[in-house]
């Protein structure tokens, strides 16, 4: 199982940035997934998931209205697009993906331990 994140690096306050996430080695269209952030020195935070049909989103409450989380199951990917960038989102980027199948989405995603499969972040940088 791979998870592969790019798109990170660096913007200044107000820009934008598009990170993508690959999966590999498992079904993708069938799973939720998501994507958390970690600050140096801080505890890794949650950022947005997406049901496994992308009908559903939710986000964490410093990005909502700014982030927004896609998906195409055709090609195994999973998006953030990033708009109204702030130094405070300075991060490594990670996307994770649930080990079950077949799950509505909840808001108990928004915790670390509902992901099984981690990628290895993509660094996003954000000057003021």
């Known amino acids: 199982v791979q998870l592969q994140a790019s798109g990170g690096g660096s913007v200044q306050a107000g820009g934008s940035l598009d990170l993508s996430c690959n999966l590999s080695g498992l079904p993708f269209s069938s799973r939720i997934m998501g994507w958390f952030r970690q600050a140096p020195g801080k505890e890794r935070e949650f950022v947005a998931a997406i049901s496994s049909s992308g009908s559903d989103t939710i986000y964490g409450a410093s990005v909502k209205g700014r982030f927004t989380i896609s998906r195409d199951n055709a090609k195994n990917m999973v998006y953030l697009q990033m708009n109204g960038l702030k130094p405070e989102d300075t991060a490594l980027y990670f996307c994770?993906?649930?080990?079950?199948?077949?799950?509505?989405?909840?808001?108990?995603?928004?915790?670390?331990?509902?992901?099984?499969?981690w990628g290895q972040g993509t660094q996003v940088t954000v000057s003021s």
């Open positions: 994770a993906a649930d080990r079950s199948q077949y799950l509505p989405l909840t808001r108990m995603y928004a915790q670390r331990r509902k992901y099984d499969y």
